[in-house]
């Protein structure tokens, strides 16, 4: 199965369930932060584009961030993150970049850290998850450290081509060698849980339901 064959699969799977699929392989590949989401129930997957910042007080226009998104695949998801800082209030992501994310066929962001112009990303309809919201620039903050390097964040290494997948409960990264085990396992954890939905709708009790299946 080809790459985008994995991603089209993993987009119809929560992320709860591709969370414990990791698990059951010995893998954390949740970022252990509350994300916000731009868009409400639209889930996103796809291999990761990495930015790296870092904080500077030179007046620089952040181009390495423009051309990785003028560089990137479609259906990529852009990450973005400061190097040892949560970046509360500075925006890694605006109105400009989203719009150039979107046209070049990303499919989505995750910011970790703050975006602006929340408005204008909404209404062009591309999918951002974000901790913060900020005003503030990022030009005489920050300037790229580095692209498509790995990044931690969240207790979790992100590297560039792992597969990101987003959706309300939150966001989980994928190693993209670990793609098809974590598939095929998060599809028999789905396929678990909907069992035992039937069988909890047909009045049987719930604590009956998990000891048969394990599962809760």
């Known amino acids: 199965m080809l790459v985008e064959e994995y991603i089209s699969e993993l987009k119809k ?17 949740t ?5 916000n989401h731009v868009l409400e129930g639209i889930r996103i997957a796809g291999p990761a584009v990495t930015i790296q910042d870092c904080y ?3 007046r620089v226009v952040p181009f390495e961030a423009m051309e990785t998104i003028d ?13 040892g800082s949560e970046a509360c209030d500075i925006a890694l992501f605006g109105g400009l970049m989203a719009l150039a994310s979107k ?26 998850f ?9 030009v005489g903050r920050t300037e ?14 992100i590297n560039p081509g792992d597969i990101i997948v987003g959706d309300e409960d939150g966001i989980v990264v994928i190693p993209r060698d670990k793609v098809s085990e974590v598939l ?15 069988e909890i709708r047909k009045g049987k009790p719930f604590l009956q339901v998990v000891k048969e299946y394990l599962r809760v």
């Open 130 to 138: 974000y901790r913060f919201l900020s005003p503030n620039t990022s």
């Open 71 to 83: 560089n990137a695949e479609k259906g990529s998801v852009l990450v973005r993150a400061l190097d």
């Open 144 to 157: 790229v450290k580095a692209t498509n390097v790995p990044i931690k964040y969240g207790g979790v290494i």
């Open 31 to 35: 970022l252990n932060m509350h994300f």
């Open 13 to 29: 799977i929560p992320t709860a369930s591709l969370s414990d699929a990791l698990n059951q392989i010995g893998l954390d590949g």
């Open 103 to 128: 046209v070049r066929g990303l499919e989505g962001a995750v910011i970790c850290g703050a975006i602006r112009d929340f408005r204008e990303i909404k209404e062009m309809g591309f999918q951002v």
């Open 56 to 58: 500077s007080s030179r």
């Open 184 to 198: 095929e396992r998060a599809k028999r954890i789905d396929d678990l849980e909907k069992r035992e939905s039937e």
